[in-house]
Structures are given as C-alpha cells and as structure tokens.
C-alpha cells in the first residue's frame, strides 16, 4: 500500500487593494525633483516558502502637466512593505501638476501549510495628488557640511554628505590564489566609494610580517628584501568595515596549503591602531559586506564577515559553506551550506533597490 500526501486547493480569494500616492515637496522650483511615493494600505497576501515572490507588480504613475498633457511613469514593482519610494521626476515649466497611481492587478498562488491559496488582487487606482511648480526654486534642508578638521567614528547618522567619507574594502573578487581581495588596482583592488587625502601620513605602524633588508649572508641587492606580497605564500590580505581592519595573521602560509594551524584573526582600529578583538581559529576570512534591507517589519543595514574552513571551498566543485560572523565581535553567527562553486572572480557587490550591498556569485 502506498500512502502520499495530498495538499487541499482552496477556491481562489477576490482581495480589494487600496492605493495611495504622495507627491513631495509641494510647492517646487523649476528644475528641482519631486519625490513620488506609492503605497498599498496593506502588503500583498504571503505565498509559497515565506512569501517569496510575493510583491505587487506593474505599477504606473500619470502625471498630467499644465498644459493638459500625460506622461506616464513604470511600471514599478513594490517592496516587501506593498510600496515604492523614491520616483524621481522634475517639472520643466510652472503650474499646476496632477499625479496618479494604478494597479492593474495580478494573480498570486502557492501552499500555505499545506493548503494551496490563489488569490485574486483587484485592480485599483489612487486619488489624485497635485503639486505646484513655481519659478523660484525652493530652499532645500541644511545638510550637516563635510569636516575640515579631525573626526572619529561613529558617523552620526544623518550626517549624510559623509557617507563618502565611510568607503569599505570588502575584499571581493579574489584570484585563486589569494583570500580576499581583487588581482590588480586596474579593476577592483581599492575602494572606489571613498576619496583618498591629499596628504597621507602614518597614523601608526603594527607589522603583519617581517619586512626591509635581509642582512647577511644573504647579499644586498633588489632581490634581497622580505617578500610582503606573493602568489605563492599567503600573507596580509584584509578586509575593512566601519572604519576596522580584519585580517588573518599567516605564518607565510603557502597557497597550495589550507587548513594548517595559524594564529587566528585579528581586528584593529583603523585610525588608532587599537586591537579591538583577537580570534582563535584556523579558518579563511573570505570576505565582508554590508547588506541594507528593507523587509515589511523592518528596514536598516548590518554588516557581516564570511569565513570558510579552506579558502579552496570558494573555488571547489560542487557546493560548499560559508561562515557568517559578527565584525563587532568575531562571534559565529550562521552558516550558508550548499554554496554554489564560483568563478575565479565570481564575487561582486551590486546596487539593489530592496536591498543594496548584495553579493552575487558567478558560476
């Protein structure tokens, strides 16, 4: 006798949406931005594993001009909150603007414990909201300026002109032979987000390895110094967050070895030189990102630092696992099984509308 589950199908739901459009600021000068936001009075119904896939699509925004004319905008699909922020769109002539939103509606199914839900969302449409636009432009907020003089973290958090002061090095897109980090400064061996000063200094000096003239009975020529970088041994290869450098301290380590005791990792403050934490272990620190979410409980951004027991299960076939740990600590978080096996490069930040400072992996 076989005995096999069935799942229960659920006659499809009708589920009347609500829709709500916001223009801002009001009134507005020629040539500065609107800001067009639209929202559901409450998100899309969860289906499937979590409610993946569960977001409002073809989403439109008509905006009527002074003369009478239409432009549309979209369509757009909603974050996991049921809206969607940010619409840009600048007025080039004065008068009186009318904004609209539509829903044209969609159908979404999947199993809820067990139960297969389809459910029908209405279509819908917003009140008009309206704008003036007006010759004089408006005065805008006083942001806080950029310092001209020293400054520590934490970065307060509105101070927002400064956040091109805050550049991370994740230590992505790493060669076969390193553990973090890209191959040359021609593609992706620096950090592109931040402005290096005019006048560098040492701030502090902590070595990672031994460095300078050997001294005899080696003999002193250009081939004589202590090698700092190589493709044969692994020695520092960082990763910088907030302001802190991570790094593993290697006892010349060649690359064809893996999980050979080492001294563990160590995070430094990078402005005082300060040893903020130590951590025992033999594993590879990989990478670090930091990930801005926006989910319907909440939203901020946390930042994290992946380690491996073998740096090769970053290149291995098959699958492999990564270690999530917290950069304040050095605590172990999570693990990620199953990991795809990735290109020699194959690790690349992207700008993501719901969630900025993804990873991606190519395979």
């Known amino acids: 006798m076989t005995i096999s589950q069935l799942q229960t199908a659920k006659a499809a739901t009708n589920v009347p949406v609500y829709l709500k459009v916001y223009a801002e600021p009001n009134p507005v000068g020629i040539g500065q931005p609107v800001y067009i936001s639209l929202f559901f ?8 594993a979590f409610g993946g896939g569960s977001l409002y699509e073809g989403l439109t925004v008509n905006i009527v001009k002074p003369d009478g004319t239409n432009q549309t905008l979209g369509p757009y699909i909603s974050d996991t909150t049921g809206g969607v922020g940010g619409i840009e769109f600048t007025p080039e002539v004065t008068g009186n603007y009318t904004v609209q939103a539509f829903y044209k509606g969609q159908t979404i199914g999947g199993s809820v414990g067990g139960v297969t839900q389809t459910y029908n969302i209405l279509a819908t449409q917003s ?8 010759q004089e432009p408006i005065q805008g907020t006083n942001l806080v300026p950029l310092p001209t003089e020293y400054w520590s973290r934490p970065i307060y958090s ?3 002109l400064w956040s091109q002061l805050g550049g991370n090095w994740w230590g992505l897109g790493k060669p076969a032979f390193t553990d973090t980090g890209g191959y040359d ?7 592109p987000y931040s402005q290096a000063p005019n006048a560098a200094h040492v701030m502090w000096v902590k070595p990672a390895q031994f460095g300078g003239q050997v001294g005899g009975p080696i003999s002193s020529d250009q081939e004589s110094h202590y090698t700092s970088t190589s493709i044969l041994y692994r020695q520092f290869e960082p990763v910088i967050l907030n302001g802190i450098i991570y790094y593993k301290v290697y006892t010349n380590t060649p690359t064809t070895e893996t999980s050979v005791e080492t001294p563990g990792w160590n995070a430094v403050d990078l402005r005082t030189g300060e040893l903020l934490w130590h951590k025992d272990t033999k594993d590879t620190l990989d990478f670090g990102f930091v990930m801005q979410f926006h989910t319907v409980q ?7 630092l992946v380690g491996s027991s073998q ?3 970053m290149f291995s076939t098959g699958t492999g696992q990564w270690q999530l740990f917290d950069p304040m600590t050095g605590y172990w978080i999570a693990n990620i099984t199953n990991v795809p096996a990735t290109a020699a490069a194959g690790l690349v930040e992207a700008k993501d509308e719901n969630s900025q400072g993804a990873v991606y992996i190519y395979t």
Request: net charge negative.
């Open 41 to 48: 009075t409450k998100p899309i119904p969860v289906v499937g």
């Open 127 to 134: 009140e008009a909201d309206h704008f003036t636009v007006q």
């Open 158 to 160: 509105t101070n927002y």
């Open 185 to 191: 400064a021609s593609v992706n061996n620096f950090n």
């Open 298 to 304: 909440e939203y901020g951004t946390q930042a994290f």
């Open 311 to 313: 740096s090769p299960a």
